[in-house]
């Protein structure tokens, strides 16, 4: 899915919540790309335990590399609805910088494709 979307703030938070159910269900993560000019960052989500309390948080960024991280349910909600209902003039106008060439990703994928360091 492109960021930012034209889904209102309801839809958004009810498929935050799809997701969670799947990651805690399936072996699959979610994957949120940032695009920025010149560089771009990638935040990964897996389930850390059986129950869907814990994430495993992977953050990649082109120039501070890779960071993980143990993160609880509600900090990978809270993050996923925030970067989902980003509207387009923040997208846009970002401080300092130049407008990205493509769109922020959100996708769910299985975890054998997830890039890893």
Do not use: N
């Amino acid at each position: 899915m492109a960021v930012p979307t034209d889904r209102d703030h309801a839809s958004v938070v009810a498929l935050v919540e799809c997701a969670l159910v799947e990651l805690t269900h399936e072996a699959v993560g979610a994957v949120f790309i940032s695009r920025q000019v010149g560089r771009s960052t990638r935040t990964q989500y897996v389930a850390a335990d059986d129950v869907g309390e814990q994430f495993q948080k992977r953050h990649f960024d082109d120039r501070l590399g890779w960071h993980e991280t143990t993160v609880p349910r509600r900090t990978v909600r809270y993050e996923l609805i925030t970067h989902l209902t980003r509207s387009t003039y923040l997208m846009t106008k970002r401080p300092c910088e130049a407008p990205a060439t493509d769109p922020d990703t959100f996708v769910v994928k299985p975890v054998r494709e997830l890039k890893t360091p």
